[in-house]
């Protein structure tokens, strides 16, 4: 099977919580077998003749306060709703600091609860993103999100804490593209935790309708 086209977006400099670097070739391993991925930190690549190269945009774009050019955000939105795939890991839901992304992502992250271990499981085995994805514990932070009101998407995995259940991974379709958001990702340890590199594996391949 050849391999589909994959853009990575994350920040290098100036970067607060979330280094791009290393994590990038943790992706890029994670989607060796299926993926060609261009990992950057160039911005710019938010355009469309650029994203119409690719079938998967992946988003670990560190949160900040500066926004994104409303070019930028029509480019994102427009390849997404015209078939493209996006594929959001861990802090790249900051592309929620504009409403029409995070509209198109499903969620608004609110903050999180001290770095701990959690327990991680499916609660779709039969979703392709989720075969053979077995529960596995991760160190990581406890995201929180605001899911969208009226808005449907799929659950497919939760993380326990606090003697409750939250969501750790969704997807739905955005137009004629496919959206997966998955919430680990905080630090290079988890991605050597094999369920997550499996998942993030066969997130890509659903993002990118590589089925």
């Not at 391993?29 to 650029?50: H, R």
């Not at 994102?76 to 509209?103: C, D, F, P, T, W």
């Not at 085995?125 to 994805?133: A, F, R, S, T, V």
Request: contains cysteine; negative net charge; aromatic residues 10%.
């Amino acid at each position: 099977m050849p391999k589909f086209k994959a853009l990575a977006l994350g920040n290098y400099t100036e970067v607060k919580y979330h280094p791009f670097e290393k994590v990038d070739r943790e992706i890029e391993t994670s989607l060796e077998e299926v993926a060609e991925v261009t990992s950057t930190g160039d911005y710019s690549v938010l355009n469309k003749e650029t994203l119409n190269g690719y079938e998967l945009f992946i988003s670990y774009t560190e949160f900040s306060q500066e926004p994104l050019s409303q070019e930028r955000v029509a480019a994102l939105l427009e390849y997404v709703a015209g078939g493209g795939g996006l594929l959001v890991i861990h802090n790249g839901i900051s592309l929620q600091r504009n409403k029409e992304l995070m509209a198109m992502i499903g969620a608004k992250f609110t903050g999180h609860p001290e770095f701990t271990t959690l327990p991680v499981r499916s609660t779709q085995p039969d979703h392709p993103i989720m075969q053979g994805i077995e529960p596995y514990a991760i160190d990581d932070e406890p995201y929180r999100f605001d899911m969208l009101p009226h808005f449907e998407t799929t659950i497919l995995a939760e993380y326990e804490h606090d003697g409750q259940l939250w969501p750790a991974a969704w997807a739905h379709e955005h137009g004629l593209g496919r959206v997966v958001y998955l919430m680990n990702g905080h630090q290079l340890s988890c991605f050597a935790v094999q369920p997550f590199r499996q998942l993030i594996k066969q997130a890509g391949l659903w993002a990118a309708k590589v089925e």
